[in-house]
């Protein structure tokens, strides 16, 4: 058996990115919070103190009992552990950003791509959308949809990707405008390349730099649109435990029993953070100063 | 001459903008729920009431055509009757309108005044300290929840500290009649009652400042970028030769361009600005649309919801337009090029 070829040149390539990386402090501690938050939305099941704690279970002898070594966050107006909800509630913001962004990504880029590359009627008519979607405020878009339909997570995942892919087709279409008249792009359509083959082996690598800023970026963003929209009372219904429920639930309870609300709402902003600030040192990497 | 052109062009950008939000709202509002009058009326009701409000609201004819009558009415300014408070849906919006306009405005400019600022202190000091400060707020101001900040500016200033009023738009006792442009600011001051003007603005402050709090980061962020763009530029190189001053640099050379990309993004982020209004106005019980919208919006009222929308996305497109002129008087280059980004 012969080793497997690394070839040197990528090694010291993946080397240099990883130092790079662990030099840009945003970058790092925006990793570690996401990957915190992550593995304890994966692992509620077995580090939450209370799992019982996570449907619709009373136990009003100990209601709103302020965070101690029993309940680090303290309990809820039915005696619930919140720090046990808060860790559970974690799953849906994540399910949330993965589902709208694995919606919203591909169809964007794709949409760009094609709207950047092929310029004429088909970048009219794409572009024309894109500024259609631009002009309704998500959360606006995600209440109506939840009001006509039913309030439901699914609801208001798909309600939140119809609009978001447009953000991505304007970043990917943008960079590909610039790609297009490109000397490379031109030597593969000399060399008879397939147009599939110019989007997405010539082209899309360019933009992947971009698109990982965006996502992570974005990924905070839609966090705080679908915290919003069960504020509201139109996300995920009870008793599945949900952070921004959560807040709207405590803050009838403010200030008196201000950790009802107030770390619920902190989980998200910890949440959103990790995402931007690895983002942001993301931006910094790859040196793309324009992708917001 | 390009100018007028460009602006021309924009206008029918936004037509055809409308257009297309009249199209998806229909479909959102019409086509999806399959039946709104059984759903207006509630499982409860009998078949012959569901058929007799189909016939009302003239849902027995084709989509067409009642697509048809619900773009002549929004061309006439008619939304139709919200079956909520029985009244008409534009009725509705044009008594609550106000008070969001006020509210949004006051956030622009608040984001604006502050934002701009801690732009160009972070590109004057780029990489030093007041860099990282402002890099620092703006990170947080994007990632905390509107709906947080605002409860945690009632907590604090609201109760702990009892320095401002935390609900509505004026004390429960005062009574004064914005009968002018509805906007509290203005008409107390055509009015010459300046403790309506204090008041209102001491009712402003709080709600402004959570939703400000998102547009001001990223208005920093981006006055930031572009003013350490333009301080590239070869005329501010040569400006510096001739030994003009770092302040009037500044101020006078680089901030006008610079002012550009931060308008060009609040158009953006408009509609964004919008949503976030729907969470503040319903914390700080603003009388205004969204808190309208979302009412409608939990009792199923779907003229009121269309609306709302169509207003929101109106509101949207006018700003842009706006804006666009605005980049017109700021940049004279954008006058004869006829594009602004």
Same mark, same amino acid.
């Given at each position: 058996?012969?080793?497997?070829?690394?070839?040197?040149?990528?090694?010291?390539?993946?080397?240099?990115?990883?130092?790079?990386?662990?030099?840009?402090?945003?970058?790092?501690?925006?990793?570690?919070?996401?990957?915190?938050?992550?593995?304890?939305?994966?692992?509620?099941?077995?580090?939450?103190?209370?799992?019982?704690?996570?449907?619709?279970?009373?136990?009003?002898?100990?209601?709103?009992?302020?965070?101690?070594?029993?309940?680090?966050?303290?309990?809820?107006?039915?005696?619930?552990?919140?720090?046990?909800?808060?860790?559970?509630?974690?799953?849906?913001?994540?399910?949330?950003?993965?589902?709208?962004?694995?919606?919203?990504?591909?169809?964007?880029?794709?949409?760009?791509?094609?709207?950047?590359?092929?310029?004429?009627?088909?970048?009219?008519?794409?572009?024309?959308?894109?500024?259609?979607?631009?002009?309704?405020?998500?959360?606006?878009?995600?209440?109506?949809?939840?009001?006509?339909?039913?309030?439901?997570?699914?609801?208001?995942?798909?309600?939140?990707?119809?609009?978001?892919?447009?953000?991505?087709?304007?970043?990917?279409?943008?960079?590909?405008?610039?790609?297009?008249?490109?000397?490379?792009?031109?030597?593969?359509?000399?060399?008879?390349?397939?147009?599939?083959?110019?989007?997405?082996?010539?082209?899309?690598?360019?933009?992947?730099?971009?698109?990982?800023?965006?996502?992570?970026?974005?990924?905070?963003?839609?966090?705080?649109?679908?915290?919003?929209?069960?504020?509201?009372?139109?996300?995920?219904?009870?008793?599945?435990?949900?952070?921004?429920?959560?807040?709207?639930?405590?803050?009838?309870?403010?200030?008196?029993?201000?950790?009802?609300?107030?770390?619920?709402?902190?989980?998200?902003?910890?949440?959103?953070?990790?995402?931007?600030?690895?983002?942001?040192?993301?931006?910094?990497?790859?040196?793309?100063?324009?992708?917001? | 001459?390009?100018?007028?052109?460009?602006?021309?062009?924009?206008?029918?950008?936004?037509? !055809?903008? $409308?257009?297309? /939000?009249?199209?998806?709202?229909?479909? *959102?509002?019409?086509?999806?729920?399959?039946? %709104? @009058?059984? +759903?207006?009326?509630?499982?409860?009701?009998?078949?012959?009431?569901?058929?007799?409000?189909?016939?009302?609201?003239?849902?027995?004819?084709?989509?067409?055509?009642?697509?048809?009558?619900?773009?002549?009415?929004?061309?006439?300014?008619?939304?139709?009757?919200?079956?909520?408070?029985?009244?008409?849906?534009?009725?509705?919006?044009?008594?609550?309108?106000?008070?969001?306009?006020?509210?949004?405005?006051?956030?622009?400019?608040?984001?604006?005044?502050?934002?701009?600022?801690?732009?160009v202190a972070?590109a004057r000091w780029k990489?030093?300290?007041?860099?990282?400060?402002?890099?620092?707020?703006?990170?947080?101001?994007?990632?905390?929840?509107?709906?947080?900040?605002? !409860?945690? $500016?009632?907590? /604090?200033?609201?109760?702990?500290?009892? *320095?401002?009023?935390?609900?509505?738009?004026? %004390? @429960?006792? +005062?009574?004064?009649?914005?009968?002018?442009?509805?906007?509290?600011?203005?008409?107390?001051?055509?009015?010459?009652?300046?403790?309506?003007?204090?008041?209102?603005?001491?009712?402003?402050?709080?709600?402004?400042?959570?939703?400000?709090?998102?547009?001001?980061?990223?208005?920093?962020?981006?006055?930031?970028?572009?003013m350490?763009?333009v301080s590239?530029?070869?005329?501010i190189e040569?400006a510096r030769a001739f030994g003009i001053p770092d302040r009037v640099r500044l101020f006078k050379y680089s901030l006008?361009?610079?002012?550009?990309?931060?308008?060009?993004?609040?158009?953006?982020?408009?509609?964004?600005?919008?949503?976030?209004?729907?969470?503040?106005?319903?914390?700080?019980?603003?009388?205004?649309?969204?808190?309208?919208?979302?009412?409608?919006?939990?009792?199923?009222?779907?003229?009121?919801?269309?609306?709302?929308?169509?207003?929101?996305?109106?509101?949207?497109?006018?700003?842009?337009?706006?804006?666009?002129?605005?980049?017109?008087?700021?940049?004279?280059?954008?006058?004869?090029?006829?594009?602004?980004?």
């Amino acid at each position: 058996m012969s080793e497997p070829v690394v070839p040197q040149e990528a090694l010291s390539n993946a080397w240099q990115n990883w130092y790079r990386f662990s030099r840009n402090p945003t970058a790092v501690i925006g990793a570690l919070i996401v990957i915190l938050c992550v593995s304890m939305a994966i692992l509620a099941p077995y580090i939450t103190p209370y799992p019982e704690h996570v449907g619709s279970f009373v136990d009003f002898r100990n209601r709103h009992q302020p965070p101690s070594a029993l309940h680090w966050f303290g309990t809820d107006n039915v005696g619930r552990d919140i720090l046990t909800r808060v860790i559970y509630g974690l799953r849906v913001s994540l399910i949330l950003a993965v589902v709208v962004l694995g919606i919203a990504i591909p169809v964007g880029t794709i949409l760009g791509l094609m709207a950047g590359y092929y310029g004429g009627w088909t970048e009219i008519i794409i572009m024309r959308i894109t500024d259609i979607a631009l002009a309704i405020p998500p959360l606006v878009m995600a209440l109506a949809v939840a009001a006509v339909l039913s309030p439901s997570l699914i609801n208001s995942m798909l309600a939140i990707s119809a609009l978001w892919w447009t953000w991505h087709t304007r970043l990917i279409y943008s960079i590909t405008r610039q790609l297009r008249s490109q000397e490379f792009v031109e030597a593969a359509e000399t060399l008879g390349a397939s147009k599939a083959h110019i989007l997405f082996r010539e082209i899309l690598p360019n933009c992947v730099s971009a698109i990982a800023v965006k996502t992570s970026l974005d990924a905070g963003f839609v966090i705080l649109i679908g915290a919003a929209l069960s504020f509201l009372g139109l996300g995920i219904q009870p008793p599945t435990p949900d952070l921004g429920t959560m807040v709207a639930d405590g803050a009838s309870y403010l200030p008196d029993f201000w950790w009802e609300s107030m770390l619920p709402g902190s989980a998200i902003l910890f949440l959103a953070l990790g995402f931007n600030l690895l983002g942001d040192g993301l931006r910094d990497l790859f040196d793309v100063e324009d992708v917001r | 001459m390009e100018f007028l052109a460009f602006l021309l062009r924009r206008i029918m950008w936004s037509l !055809l903008v $409308l257009f297309g /939000l009249s199209v998806v709202i229909f479909t *959102i509002a019409r086509v999806v729920p399959g039946d %709104p @009058a059984r +759903m207006a009326l509630g499982p409860s009701a009998s078949a012959d009431q569901v058929a007799a409000l189909q016939e009302a609201l003239g849902l027995n004819a084709p989509m067409w055509e009642q697509y048809i009558r619900f773009l002549s009415g929004l061309t006439q300014g008619d939304l139709g009757r919200s079956l909520l408070t029985e009244q008409s849906v534009t009725v509705d919006i044009a008594k609550t309108f106000p008070a969001t306009l006020e509210l949004v405005l006051c956030t622009i400019l608040l984001a604006f005044v502050t934002g701009v600022p801690l732009g160009v202190a972070a590109a004057r000091w780029k990489d030093r300290w007041p860099d990282n400060l402002v890099r620092a707020i703006a990170i947080g101001s994007a990632v905390v929840p509107s709906f947080f900040l605002a !409860l945690l $500016l009632q907590i /604090l200033a609201g109760y702990v500290l009892q *320095i401002l009023p935390t609900t509505g738009r004026l %004390p @429960a006792g +005062m009574r004064f009649d914005a009968d002018i442009t509805g906007l509290l600011v203005i008409d107390s001051v055509l009015h010459g009652r300046f403790d309506v003007l204090g008041e209102a603005l001491r009712h402003l402050l709080l709600p402004a400042t959570a939703l400000a709090a998102a547009t001001m980061g990223q208005i920093a962020r981006i006055t930031r970028a572009s003013m350490i763009d333009v301080s590239r530029q070869d005329y501010i190189e040569a400006a510096r030769a001739f030994g003009i001053p770092d302040r009037v640099r500044l101020f006078k050379y680089s901030l006008r361009p610079a002012f550009v990309p931060p308008l060009t993004i609040l158009g953006l982020e408009f509609a964004s600005l919008i949503g976030g209004a729907f969470v503040v106005e319903l914390i700080f019980s603003w009388p205004g649309m969204a808190a309208y919208g979302v009412r409608a919006i939990t009792q199923k009222d779907l003229n009121a919801i269309m609306g709302v929308v169509m207003v929101s996305g109106v509101f949207f497109v006018m700003v842009n337009l706006v804006i666009d002129l605005l980049v017109g008087i700021v940049d004279p280059r954008v006058r004869i090029r006829g594009t602004r980004a």
